[in-house]
């Protein structure tokens, strides 16, 4: 496999390096790294994604260099934390899918199920016991002989600490610290990575006077196991592009004593209705819940979308009753 794609990188000059539709810590440090170990080795690199990289990911220098549509000349082209189709809908809509078809592809990965998994690519490496895709760069490089310094070195790191939420979720193995260690070794300074990152996450005063509007406006239901808010059209209009109103307050939700499960709902004026689902360890309803109402997601993370017209009322209530169904039936469960 890692000879495979030392032929590949070996043949090509110039490679693209696609990250899927929801771009996070992860893939864009894999896109970064790859883009300095690759450059190092003389290679060409144009790092493509079809979404507009958030705020919150731009302590990641060369964010900028981001592109949402593909050269008209390239090689080959890596795909970072992503292997399926459902996350390149920008490239196939684009109609640029088929350039990438045409041409050797490698994946890295760790998502170990995905849906509709691609079927075109010429390699694969897709690790589910690796934290992020940046562990797996760092593993592969070492076994191509790829030099990772400091720069790139900081990119992997910054991968693993973002999907790892700082090393302190389920994905941290022993072989996360042992990466984290010798990306320390070459000169990585995770306080630095740490310090830029809260200072790109700040928010400003606008931001923090709207959270507590937001906090005073949760509705806590179901006895204290459901924290619920309504963000109106025109609040997303005035403070989504200055900060991401769910992220502002569904941590604190989760952090209210006896709260179990954390919805945000926006609604907007041309009657659609989304809903952001998280909730806390021991409570794995979000996905069940989402799927309900048309949505899908994670046992702990997951979303849906109304758009057939039916009215917030009664979104709310279908929502709120299945939530405390599938709540009371883990207590019983425990109880049993
Ligand atoms: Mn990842």
């Excluded at 900060?243 to 945000?264: C, F, G, K, S």
Aim: negative net charge.
């Amino acid at each position: 496999m890692e000879d495979n794609i030392k032929s590949l990188i070996g043949a090509a000059q110039h490679i693209v390096v696609i990250q899927a539709d929801n771009p996070d810590a992860d893939s864009l440090g894999s896109a970064l790294a790859l883009e300095q170990i690759l450059g190092n080795l003389g290679k060409d690199i144009t790092m493509y994604c079809g979404v507009t990289m958030p705020e919150y990911l731009r302590h990641l220098l060369g964010w900028d260099r981001v592109v949402d549509s593909l050269p008209n000349q390239f090689d080959a082209s890596i795909i970072v934390d992503a292997s399926t189709y459902t996350l390149l809908e920008r490239l196939d809509t684009a109609g640029q899918l088929s350039w990438v078809k045409s041409k050797p592809c490698i994946v890295l990965d760790h998502h170990a199920t995905v849906e509709r998994p691609l079927d075109f690519t010429d390699v694969q490496i897709i690790d589910g016991q690796a934290a992020s895709t940046g562990e797996i760069i760092f593993t592969l490089a070492n076994k191509l002989s790829w030099t990772v310094d400091a720069v790139s070195g900081g990119f992997i790191m910054s991968s693993i600490l973002g999907d790892t939420q700082g090393l302190t979720n389920e994905l941290t193995t022993a072989q996360t610290y042992r990466v984290m260690a010798e990306l320390t070794d070459i000169g990585v300074n995770r306080p630095a990575l740490e310090e830029a990152r809260r200072e790109y996450s700040k928010m400003p005063e606008k931001i923090y006077r709207y959270k507590a509007v937001l906090l005073a406006r949760t509705s806590f239901t179901h006895d204290t196991q459901i924290a619920s808010v309504r963000i109106p059209q025109s609040e997303i209009y005035e403070f989504s592009p200055l900060y991401n109103p769910a992220p502002l307050i569904q941590t604190d939700m989760l952090q209210t004593r006896d709260v179990a499960l954390a919805i945000v709902f926006k609604t907007y004026d041309d009657g659609r209705i989304t809903a952001a689902l998280r909730s806390n360890s021991g409570y794995p309803v979000c996905g069940k819940l989402a799927e309900s109402l048309g949505g899908g997601g994670h046992a702990h993370a997951a979303g849906f979308k109304v758009t057939d017209g039916r009215d917030y009322d009664t979104v709310y209530n279908a929502c709120m009753k299945r939530a405390g169904e599938l709540l009371d039936e883990l207590t019983h469960e425990i109880d049993a």
